[in-house]
Nanobody, 125 residues
Framework: VQLQASGGGLVQAGGSLRLSCAASGRTFSSYSMGWFRQAPGKELEFVAA????????YYSDSVKGRFTISRENAKNTAYLQMNNLKPEDTAVYYC???????????????????WGQGTLVTVSS
């Protein structure tokens, strides 16, 4: 599967953005999806994950309560709604897909099979 992330941009602190991750192919519902981010000079960091059905979600503590991950399997698209953005949310955001047959979701980047190209989110103070 090929992934295309979009929706990044420049926003003021306290603002919102919605990232999208469009997937090619007809088996999108066979994959759990994850969002990761990498700030300048820092390691890749897990943000959120969602099961193939959308029934299970998992968030990092740093975004819990502010970000919401969702998906529309009919549109082969996953989303990351980001509210109350902070300057420390500035990063390149990547979506990733993991083959799965259950509702297991994971923050382990090494378990994801496919990655998108990234979209830059910049939050100004």
């Amino acid at each position: 599967v090929q992934l295309q992330a979009s929706g990044g941009g420049l926003v003021q602190a306290g603002g919102s953005l919605r990232l999208s991750c469009a997937a090619s192919g007809r088996t999108f519902s066979s994959y759990s999806m994850g969002w990761f981010r990498q700030a300048p000079g820092k390691e890749l960091e897990f943000v959120a994950a969602i099961s193939w059905s959308g029934g299970s979600t998992y968030y990092s503590d740093s975004v819990k309560g502010r970000f919401t991950i969702s998906r529309e399997n009919a549109k082969n698209t996953a989303y990351l709604q980001m509210n109350n953005l902070k300057p420390e949310d500035t990063a390149v955001y990547y979506c990733a897909a993991r083959r799965t047959s259950g509702n297991f979701v994971t923050s382990d980047r090494f378990l994801y099979n496919f990655w998108g190209q990234g979209t830059l989110v910049t939050v100004s103070s």
